[in-house]
């Protein structure tokens, strides 16, 4: 069973920086694309960034894009998610996922395989 564990998150005043990691448990998850999401409170989960198996083609949500920067590093299994800039709509749990049969991220979460347990990321006014 691949399990994927997030960390990094926090409360952290708006302007900040973050940065997210997600370790996948499997050597295997070198060959998995990986992307990130988000839900807030009484939101749905959405889509905040992805990134191929090989680390390349990132793609961002809008609301993201420029203040965030997702990587990933295959020798260490894991995937990060830079966050600059933050704003109090930021604030949500941040679930990385895991796409074991594209080698390419979705924006869909119905097309990811694996998820993590979320990790928890508080931006205050």
């Known amino acids: 069973q691949v399990q994927l564990v997030e960390s990094g998150g926090g409360l952290v005043q708006a302007g900040a920086s973050l940065r997210l990691s997600c370790k996948v448990s499997?050597?295997?998850?070198?060959?998995?694309?990986m992307g990130w999401f988000r839900q807030a409170p009484g939101k749905e989960r959405e889509f905040v960034a992805g990134?191929?198996?090989?680390?390349?083609?990132?793609t961002y949500a809008e609301s993201v894009k420029g203040r965030f920067t997702i990587s990933k590093d295959n020798n260490e299994n894991t995937v990060f998610l830079q966050m600059e800039r933050l704003k109090p709509d930021d604030t949500a749990v941040y679930y990385c996922?895991?796409?074991?049969?594209?080698?390419?991220?979705?924006?869909?979460?119905?097309?990811?395989?694996?998820w993590g347990q979320g990790t928890q990321v508080t931006v205050s006014s």
């Open positions: 990134i191929d198996w090989r680390g390349n083609r990132p």
């Open positions: 996922g895991a796409e074991a049969t594209s080698s390419r991220s979705s924006r869909n979460e119905n097309e990811y395989d694996f």
């Open positions: 499997s050597s295997i998850g070198a060959s998995y694309a």
